[in-house]
């Protein structure tokens, strides 16, 4: 069994999800190959979050045992994220350059020219993400730059998500950026990037 994160309360479990009851907590539970990869616990969250149940998700990149999950619930880890994430969803945002290609350099001056326009396409990015954010006074992780694009993640109350999209298309639309700059908007997803569970994980087990 895959742990995929803790509840109080369950409104119902798709097909291949159950639970553990650890005191108050209710472990959520994968059985089996559905839950084998990363990617496999990520849509299992998912479809647990889509169904309504609001729970703190481990991290899908790592399986965690049901005893490790049992530790985690008897710590103070738990009662302190709680309030901060009950009924609260995540969206992730990522901004990228989308015609600019960086070709491989073949010399030292080459290089210093794609690492120069790789730098000039990051501090864009990060400009018009602070930008955005400013626009907000909801919890927001710090920028996270990647080889092509820059990205940041908000912390939505689930009853507010369409409106925040809603805001999200008004910024953008006042503000003066180039044709050649995308921005994606995905969420809903459980509140991963602010239930910071691993290292308390770890440490209990």
Known sequence: MTVLGWAQHIAHLPCGVQHHRAGVWKILLAEGKPAQTAHDRLALQVKCFDAGTGFLPTAPAKAMTLHTAIAVAQSQALYKLWPQLMDRCQFSLSLRRATRPHAVPDD???????????????????????????????????????????????????????RFCGDIRSIVNTMDATDDISLSVTGPWPPFAFAKLAQTAEGAA
Do not use: M, Y
């Open 108 to 162: 030292g001056r080459s290089w210093l020219l794609a690492r120069k326009a790789r730098q000039d396409d990051q501090n864009t990015h990060a400009r018009f993400l602070t930008e955005i954010a400013a626009h907000f006074t909801l919890p927001a992780t710090p920028l996270r730059q990647t080889t092509d694009a820059t990205q940041c993640d908000f912390l939505v109350p689930r009853a507010h998500a369409d």
